[in-house]
């Protein structure tokens, strides 16, 4: 079955580029999914597969069933875009201004739908049952994952297997690692309200950007100088907005950023620690604040079990050169909320190609990925889980035995 499902993928291929650069053309952003559910029901429907419409909000899920009983394997990928304006100069570039897919979930969602196309064309071969899982809003807390999960996308699922197309890694990679692979992310608000006034008679003004800009460099003490250096912690200042004119001492400045950890305990000391920083660099000078903490997904931890699983499929798949262990990346994804229902692993699949220009950054404006990953990763997926599927129908007949 292995053979005829690689070869059959190969030859989907370009179907399955065409499809990613439709979506690319036709992004949409998390929690405004129209179009690309639609597409993707259509994409199922037109297969004859079971599939359920609007679950948890806009998420798509699809059922396979093989000809021979056996264990449920989930495969996930989500399908929003970015508010990025795209700045490629490609066929396929984003028709919406200010919208793109700058971090290959069109490449996720057309892999996903491909695979899916040529494991039904061999359900006749496959002892148990394959779940497409089809997410919307991975990219804005609080995500897609919560609600679909209770909305029962994961029910009578026993394993769950993820990839993130990756620029970062050459095309031909397949980076893996048990135990904590992504961060925990978070976001905060911060208002410093002070006393407005004339640029040129500031001692009868309150400036807020000045006391901002203070705690801007007082808030990096926390990671350095507060936080056990064994322990990894992000505190990251995105946003800095005061005023409208060159002359006039702002009454408000609102900073906006992010925390990235791996551990409880670490996070929830960081927080006690901003407030008491907010807390002190204003009433030093005498302004007040808001202070709003959001704390985001969970970090993402693989389970070691499935993840050895998955390296293993991985160094069976012949177009994966190398097979590497990555260093925990402070990125969030939401994926982390499957993984702690089901056992599972969530793997990076490199994309990066100097010659097709994709070794952009994710969430960068150039940002694209070598389509030929894509193959790659239906086939690592597909080998996982025929894998697993596979190793489970053998031990249910060796009980039965």
């Not at 700058?102 to 394959?130: I, N, P, W």
Request: aromatic share 8%; hydrophobic share 40%.
């Amino acid at each position: 079955m292995r053979k005829a499902l690689f070869e059959r993928l190969e030859d989907l291929v370009p179907q399955m580029i065409d499809l990613r650069r439709d979506l690319h053309q036709h992004p949409e952003l998390s929690f405004h999914e129209v179009r690309t559910p639609k597409l993707i029901a259509d994409f199922y429907e037109e297969l004859g597969m079971d599939v359920k419409i609007n679950v948890g909000g806009r998420g798509v899920v699809a059922s396979l069933e093989g000809a021979m009983p056996g264990k449920t394997v989930g495969l996930r990928a989500d399908f929003d875009a970015l508010p990025i304006n795209d700045e490629k100069e490609v066929p396929y570039k984003s028709t919406v201004p200010g919208v793109m897919h700058a971090c290959g979930h069109d490449g996720h969602t057309s892999t996903l739908l491909h695979l899916a196309k040529a494991l039904h064309e061999q359900k006749d071969q496959l002892a148990g049952r394959v779940v497409f899982i089809h997410q919307f809003a991975e990219e804005i807390t609080p995500g897609g994952a919560k609600p679909m999960i209770e909305d029962g996308c994961l029910e009578g699922v026993d394993v769950l297997f993820g990839t993130h197309l990756w620029s970062g890694f050459p095309t031909g990679t397949i980076a893996y690692k048990p135990g904590r692979i992504m961060a925990a992310a978070d976001s905060f608000e911060i208002v410093i309200k002070g006393r407005g006034g004339h640029g040129g008679i500031p001692h009868e003004a309150l400036d807020s950007i000045v006391i901002a800009s203070q705690l801007v460099g007082n808030l990096q003490q926390i990671v350095s100088r507060f936080i056990n250096p064994s322990s990894t912690a992000v505190i990251s200042i995105g946003s800095f907005h005061a005023g409208s004119a060159f002359n006039v001492i702002s009454e408000t400045a609102t900073l906006k950023g992010t925390v990235r950890t791996f551990d409880r305990d670490v996070r929830e000391k960081i927080i006690g620690y901003m407030e008491q920083m907010i807390k002190g660099t204003c009433e030093s000078s005498g302004a007040d604040y808001t202070f709003s903490y959001d704390r985001g997904y969970p970090p993402v931890v693989n389970h070691e079990k499935e993840t050895v699983m998955l390296k293993e499929a991985a160094e069976r798949v012949a177009d994966v050169k190398n097979v590497v262990e990555t260093e925990a990346l402070m990125i969030g994804e939401d994926v982390a909320y499957y993984l702690e229902e089901v056992p599972g692993t969530f793997f990076l699949t490199g994309a990066g190609n100097a010659e097709s220009k994709s070794t952009y950054p994710h969430h960068h404006p150039m940002f694209d990925i070598d389509e030929n990953a894509m193959l790659i990763a239906a086939k690592t997926l597909g080998e996982a889980t025929l894998a697993y599927l596979e190793q489970h129908r053998y031990e249910t007949e060796e009980v039965n035995t």
